[in-house]
């Protein structure tokens, strides 16, 4: 009977150490995933504060804002930042939910006509990567609706 109550101690003490373990490794994961997240977005706030208040206007929408290289860069290590957020959520690497806080806002700063206008001579760079060029062509289409 001793015997018994002791396996069962142990098999609990198992049973409890890989619960805890599991949660440890769930919670460091997302954990890692927000903070992957934040340092991305912090990296955007900073190059987007380089730019002009005129490219986060909806004007020149015919694509005739004259911007200086420096910031034409800045709009291209942008696009590339958010490339490469959106290519670590499509392999996981944080949960969607932490990308739906950002998404309207990502979307909204790519619909801008300089950001448009950027994408556009940056088009064929993006081919072998079919899910990032279908979301960016989403956006320009609700762009087009709007």
Request: without cysteine; glycine residues 6%; neutral net charge.
């Amino acid at each position: 009977m001793l015997e018994h109550v002791l396996r069962f101690m142990t098999l609990g003490t198992v049973i409890v150490g890989m619960t805890a373990i599991y949660v440890a490794l769930h919670t460091n994961n997302r954990r890692l995933g927000a903070d992957i997240f934040l340092r991305y977005s912090d990296r955007v706030s900073d190059l987007r504060r380089r730019l002009p208040v005129a490219v986060f206007l909806e004007q020149g929408a015919d694509g005739g804002l004259e911007v200086t290289a420096d910031e034409r860069r800045a709009v291209h290590e942008i696009i590339h930042a958010i490339f490469e957020l959106y290519e670590l959520k499509v392999h996981g690497f944080f949960p969607a939910e932490i990308w739906k806080i950002r998404e309207p806002d990502i979307e909204r700063l790519l619909s801008l006509p300089v950001f448009q206008q950027e994408l556009a001579s940056l088009e064929g760079r993006y081919t072998k990567h079919p899910r990032l060029v279908a979301w960016l062509d989403k956006i320009r289409g609700q762009q087009e609706l709007a």
